[in-house]
């Protein structure tokens, strides 16, 4: 079962530069190398600045547990949540074939 994992973040503005950097530099390589990680994209609203969605595609929910439970991804979290305006909300998804 393929799984989508979608978060809603929210940054204010003035660091909407700096989260697009830590993105691309830190988040994106440190996801593709995550057992079990397909891809991982940015997306940024046209509509409303400072809104983003990373999307993610898994192989299953174990290894979004598992990456969940790594330091990988207390690094991540240490290093977004002080650029982000609020908590991000997270949705998974089986993706339908």
């Known amino acids: ?3 989508a ?7 204010p503005e ?3 530069i700096e989260a697009e950097r830590v993105w691309k530099a830190q988040c994106a390589p440190l ?5 079990g990680c397909r891809s991982e994209k940015l997306m940024k609203s046209l509509d409303r600045p400072g809104l983003y ?5 898994w192989d299953s929910l174990e290894d979004i547990d ?3 439970e790594s330091t ?3 690094s991540i979290q240490s290093e977004t949540r ?3 305006g609020a908590r991000a909300v997270v949705w998974c998804y089986q993706i339908i074939d």
């Open 66 to 68: 598992r990456y969940r």
């Open 31 to 35: 996801m593709a190398r995550q057992q």
């Open 72 to 74: 990988d991804h207390e």
């Open 14 to 16: 003035e660091n909407a």
């Open 82 to 84: 002080a650029l982000q």
């Open 1 to 3: 079962m393929t799984v």
């Open 5 to 11: 994992r979608v978060i809603l973040i929210n940054v």
């Open 53 to 57: 969605i990373s999307y993610a595609e």
